[in-house]
């Protein structure tokens, strides 16, 4: 029990970290877990990978109650009003991974989550873009500098680019930053946005997982205190990934808002193409022994 709390606080630490770099958090979950694999049942570590990107999700919240609470009494009614239009955006970006996550999610992780090679694939792939699309907006300017600027339009191609998030190692907020940066954002207003839309996605996918969770253990005998033991000890586990991934976030969200003010996301593409690198020679050098 132990060792899968302290294990649980190093997935929480990375989960922290990765969910808001445009770095890939599912891919160096993946990584990580293989190599410190907590000692769950396969559909517990399926639900703890997911609710534990929750915690990260109630950062942004915390964050951004202000600039995303539309029932703030103070606020004047064109400002209420340009809120209710920011969530709609938010919503409609989130439709096509909803739509395509819900459907496809058990063949999405029966073909990519096993397979370390499509991480790096897929880190290696996007880093490149990333690398390119900078150099590419060196003589560029953005044209979407402010939030209340992103239209419908907009809001749905983004949406279509997170749909790309759905296999690991490309990052959902890789995916979507990239995106906006195709589409004109500005680097702060790309990122904030990735942020707010992952608020619904998470908070879907999360529910989702929990339902599956319970219903695939409706056959346990729950008047057997033995099967409530396991089950309270793998909440614990989880409530300690969850609680580390949102206090990380806090931090890391500040870090990233700082940083792109300043600078570009170049880095971000070469230390993915360092990291796809060294799981693709980590991979072939365990093939072989």
């Not at 955006?89 to 029966?110: C, E, R, S, Y």
């Not at 702060?188 to 992952?198: D, G, K, L, T």
């Not at 949102?246 to 193409?273: P, Q």
């Amino acid at each position: 029990m132990f060792f899968n709390i302290l294990k649980a606080i190093i997935l929480g630490i990375v989960q922290g970290i990765t969910e808001w770099l445009p770095i890939s958090s599912t891919g160096h979950m993946i990584i990580v877990d293989k190599i410190i694999s907590l000692n769950v049942t396969e559909g517990f570590r399926n639900l703890f990978f997911v609710v534990i990107q929750l915690g990260s999700i109630l950062a942004v919240v915390v964050m951004y109650f202000n600039r995303l609470n539309p029932f703030n009494p103070r606020l004047k009614p064109g400002k209420r009003d340009s809120i209710i239009r920011l969530w709609i955006k938010i919503l409609i970006a989130t439709v096509p991974a909803g739509i395509i996550g819900l459907i496809f999610d058990d063949t999405i992780q029966g073909l990519f989550y096993n397979s370390s090679l499509i991480v790096a694939a897929a880190l290696i792939i996007y880093g490149v873009m990333f690398i390119w699309i900078e150099r590419r907006q060196q003589n560029l300017n953005p044209i979407i500098v402010r939030s209340n600027q992103i239209t419908y339009k907009t809001a749905a191609l983004m949406g279509l680019f997170q749909v790309l998030a759905l296999i690991p190692g490309t990052s959902r907020s890789g995916a979507t930053i990239l995106g906006a940066l195709i589409l004109g954002f500005s680097r702060p207003v790309a990122a904030e946005f990735s942020f707010f839309m992952a608020i619904p996605v998470m908070i879907g996918a999360s529910g989702y997982e929990i339902i599956k969770y319970i219903l695939s253990h409706t056959y346990l005998d729950f008047s057997s205190g033995a099967v409530w033991a396991v089950i309270g000890q793998e909440f614990v586990v989880l409530l300690f990934g969850f609680v580390t991934a949102f206090a990380v976030s806090l931090f890391v969200i500040r870090f990233l808002m700082n940083f792109i003010r300043k600078h570009d996301f170049t880095v971000f593409g070469y230390y993915r193409i360092g990291l796809g690198a060294l799981i693709i020679l980590i991979t072939a050098i365990a093939a072989i022994f």
